[in-house]
């Protein structure tokens, strides 16, 4: 099975877990990277990048998406902002239902945060993703490398649920 995980990173959290991720489920790896990123430090990053996921904005990709009609399993990794996903998964939304109608694939949500629910940013995929399958959301909390090891146990114990 061909896999790509897709993520979005702002402060490095989800991009450590995707790539152990994806190193795991032995997949493609694409990091979205924005033409204006935005600020990842103190009050600034806390207001724009709120503001940016309540407003549902779509900002600028800098990185193209592929054709993604040849994987069979598509992950899309992201933060939580303000209790959604990451302002750019909206644009990656977009460039899928706009430009390629994907149905019929697995579809995977990593989400990062500090704590709280991720049903909304988990909601915010599957109702722009419709048609497809979605496989249980896997979600970390203040992922770092000193949590390594519990990290990559959960992550081969989610693939071989998937694989079975």
Not at 94 to 103: A, E, G, R
């Amino acid at each position: 099975m061909k896999s790509i995980v897709i993520y979005y990173s702002l402060e490095g959290h989800t991009k450590f877990v995707a790539q152990l991720l994806a190193k795991e489920l032995k997949a493609e790896v694409l990091e979205l990277k924005l033409v204006k990123p935005f600020p990842s430090r103190g009050f600034s990053k806390f207001f724009w990048c709120g503001k940016s996921a309540v407003f549902n904005e779509k900002p600028e990709l800098k990185t193209k998406i592929p054709s993604l009609k040849d994987y069979n399993i598509i992950v899309i990794g992201t933060p939580v902002w303000a209790g959604k996903c990451a302002s750019p998964i909206n644009s990656l939304l977009v460039s899928i239902t706009k430009d390629q109608q994907i149905k019929g694939k697995k579809i995977a949500v990593l989400v990062t945060n500090g704590g709280g629910s991720i049903s909304k940013c988990v909601k915010q995929i599957q109702k722009t993703l419709t048609g497809n399958e979605f496989l249980e959301p896997l979600h970390f909390v203040n992922p770092s490398k000193d949590k390594e090891e519990e990290i990559v146990k959960k992550i081969r114990d989610w693939v071989q649920a998937i694989n079975n």
